[in-house]
């Protein structure tokens, strides 16, 4: 025999119905692993304090302190783009007009010397 839950609070009452209920348990999250060890930093960062260079801006509220750059990270810790597809790819999403942009120069260099019409779109309504 099923149990409806009854929630209430200072201004509605909901009931939910077995059908929800067992819903519910199906999704219900299981943990594996040793309940007592303390979970692994989110985001562990290493532990760089130096001081402000002269040269950083102190004149504006919310700048974060200046946080030089690690030339000793480790690739695998970043997981976008590993294989060389998906770095190509993102770089052409990131990029994508600064490419097309250099292939028209290259094409305005070589083949665009001979037909000038070729390549050559309409912007705004142009003619």
Do not use: C
Not at 24 to 43: F, I, Q, V
């Amino acid at each position: 025999m099923a149990v409806p839950a009854t929630t209430t609070t200072a201004t509605e009452t909901t009931s939910l119905s077995p059908g929800v209920l067992r819903l519910l348990a199906d999704y219900e999250l299981t943990h594996s692993g040793d309940e007592d060890a303390p979970p692994a930093p989110p985001n562990p960062q290493p532990d760089l304090v130096t001081p402000n260079p002269s040269w950083w801006p102190t004149d504006y509220n919310d700048i974060p302190p200046y946080r030089p750059i690690n030339y000793s990270l480790d690739r695998d810790q970043r997981p976008w783009a590993r294989p060389g597809i998906e770095t190509a790819f993102a770089f052409t999403m990131l990029n994508g007009v600064g490419v097309v942009a250099w292939f028209a120069k290259l094409w305005r260099a070589t083949g665009g010397r001979l037909n000038d019409q070729i390549f050559r779109f309409s912007i705004g309504g142009e003619r």
